[in-house]
C-alpha cells in the first residue's frame, strides 16, 4: 500500500489483519488517498477462517467500498484497483492453491502479451504498448515473438513497409534470434528486396545450425528457395 514501492501488483491469501489491535487495517485507510506514480492492484481473499480473522477482513473490505467505491473500475485512471474473493469451502492451508490462481487471472483481466490487434507501424505499436504500461503500471518492452508476430502479421497483409521495418528492429533487439531473422528474410522477400532476404536468410541458417534450433529445417528450406530465385 506504501506509494511507489517496488510492488505495483499485491496479492493477500487470508491475511491476519487482525494483528495489534486491526493496525494494519487502520494504515491502509491512510494510504488509500496517497498519490501514486504508478497504480497499484491489490487482490484480497479470505477463506473458512473464524473469528478476528473474518471481522478483520470484512474491515478492511468495508473499508475498501467506503473510501474507493464498491470495486475497481478497470478505470486506468484510478491509482489504486481493488479486488477480493470470499473461498468459503477452502481452508488457510488451501486457500494459497486456487486463491493465486484466482488472483492473476483477477488483476490481470484483460492482458495478453501479443493481443489480436490492427496491423499497424512500429511507432503506432510501441504507443500501444506504451499505453498498456500506463495501465498496469508496468514497462512492457516488446520482446521476440511480439516482434516475429506483429512483422508477418503486416508482411502477410500486403503491409511489407511495415514488415521491414518491425523486423529489423526485432533482430537489433534479439540478434541471435534464428526465427526472426528469418522472418526477416520473408519480409524482405515479399517486399521486393531479394538480396537483403538472402542475407537476412544466411544470418538465420547460421544461428539455427549453432543452436540446434527446431526450425533448422524450415530455416533452410527458405535459403534454398531463396537462392534459386537469385539464380534466374
Request: proline share 5%.
Amino acid at each position: 500500500m506504501t506509494p511507489n514501492s517496488q510492488f505495483d501488483a499485491v496479492i493477500s491469501i487470508s491475511p491476519s489483519l487482525w494483528w495489534d489491535s486491526d493496525w494494519l487495517v487502520l494504515k491502509s485507510a491512510e494510504l488509500l488517498p496517497a498519490k501514486r506514480a504508478k497504480p497499484l492492484r491489490w487482490f484480497l481473499s479470505m477463506a473458512s477462517e473464524p473469528n478476528e480473522m473474518a471481522s478483520a477482513f470484512a474491515a478492511q473490505i468495508k473499508q475498501l467500498q467506503d473510501g474507493l467505491g464498491a470495486n475497481s473500475t478497470g478505470n486506468a485512471s484510478k491509482q489504486l484497483h481493488w479486488f477480493y474473493k470470499h473461498f468459503p469451502d477452502e481452508t488457510h492451508d488451501s486457500t494459497p492453491l486456487v486463491g493465486n490462481i484466482e488472483a492473476l487471472k483477477t488483476l490481470f483481466a484483460g492482458w495478453n502479451a501479443v493481443p489480436e490487434i490492427a496491423v499497424m507501424p512500429l511507432k503506432d505499436l510501441k504507443h500501444f504498448y506504451r499505453q498498456k504500461s500506463a495501465e498496469f503500471g508496468y514497462d512492457f518492452p516488446l520482446f521476440a515473438q511480439q516482434y516475429n508476430v506483429y512483422g508477418l502479421k503486416a508482411t502477410y497483409e500486403q503491409k511489407t513497409a511495415w514488415g521491414v521495418e518491425i523486423l529489423p528492429e526485432g533482430t537489433r533487439a534479439f540478434p541471435n534470434s534464428e526465427v526472426l531473422w528469418d522472418s526477416l528474410a520473408t519480409a524482405y522477400d515479399l517486399d521486393g528486396q531479394l538480396e537483403q532476404a538472402i542475407q537476412a536468410s544466411d544470418k538465420a541458417v547460421l544461428l539455427a545450425k549453432q543452436t540446434d534450433s527446431v526450425f533448422l529445417n524450415e530455416i533452410l528450406s527458405q535459403a534454398k528457395r531463396l537462392q534459386s530465385q537469385a539464380k534466374k
